[in-house]
């Protein structure tokens, strides 16, 4: 297990168009976030999954946004008709519920031109 | 709500020089407090966390952060300062309700003189 990964690392669009990123999370972790960390920032929450159930919803997470984790393994970020201050880092993180420790990927840096 | 705070957002030191990043954090009940790390370009990874058990709480790469309560404070040191510690630091604590989603602090950039 080499632990959280993320796909793409790196994506640019123009604004309008839909992206979709993915993340693996580590293999028996059951929950899993998904944080966006703008420039100068610390990461901020925007939802998370416990196995396949979307348990939380941030408000930073617009009607735009949609994510998804079926059969509570690998889980997609949809952002459709982005829009220029969509452009951040986009992190995932994985952990077992109840141990507190939640392991990130290494991110996905979405610009929006 | 839960909520840490890292004041400035740059700090500078010699290599071999001590290392202090500072945390406060407010929260109504018992917090877990956590530091990460992370290079550019990177995700984060976990130095060390807080859960109520060893006020003093030691992590990787010789880090290590003391619990008080009274002050509401989470500090992370390292007595002596090696050029691959530059990189930002993020004090963070764990929402106490189910979630456990973590709140960050704005971070801190740490660069190392040789």
């Known amino acids: 297990d080499t632990g959280v990964s993320q796909d793409p690392r790196h994506k640019i669009t123009k604004r309008g168009q839909n992206v979709t990123f993915r993340c693996d999370p580590i293999?028996?972790?059951?929950?899993l976030y998904w944080y966006r960390q703008t420039l100068g920032q610390g990461p901020e929450f925007l939802t998370y999954f416990q196995n396949e159930a979307q348990l939380e919803k941030s408000r930073l997470l617009s009607d735009r946004f949609s994510a998804e984790r079926p059969k509570g393994s690998f889980s997609t970020l949809e952002i459709q008709r982005t829009e220029q201050g969509d452009s951040a880092m986009y992190l995932c993180a994985s952990s077992l519920w109840a141990l507190r420790e939640q392991f990130f990927g290494p991110g996905t840096r979405l610009t929006v031109l | 709500a839960q909520s840490v705070t890292q004041l400035g957002s740059h700090v500078s030191v010699s290599e071999g020089a001590l290392v202090l990043l500072r945390c406060n954090y407010s929260s109504s009940v018992p917090p877990y407090l956590f530091w990460y790390v992370q290079y550019p370009n990177q995700g984060l990874q976990l130095l060390l966390k807080?859960?109520?058990?060893?006020?003093l709480v030691k992590g990787i790469n010789g880090f290590e952060a003391e619990f008080k309560k009274s002050e509401t404070s989470f500090h992370l040191t390292k007595p002596s300062a090696h050029m691959s510690d530059a990189a930002e630091y993020f004090c963070?604590?764990?929402?106490?309700?189910?979630?456990?989603?973590?709140?960050f602090g704005k971070g801190m950039k740490l660069t190392v003189n040789p």
């Open positions: 963070a604590v764990s929402d106490q309700g189910g979630s456990e989603k973590l709140v």
């Open positions: 293999s028996e972790h059951n929950r």
């Open positions: 807080y859960t109520s058990a060893a006020t």
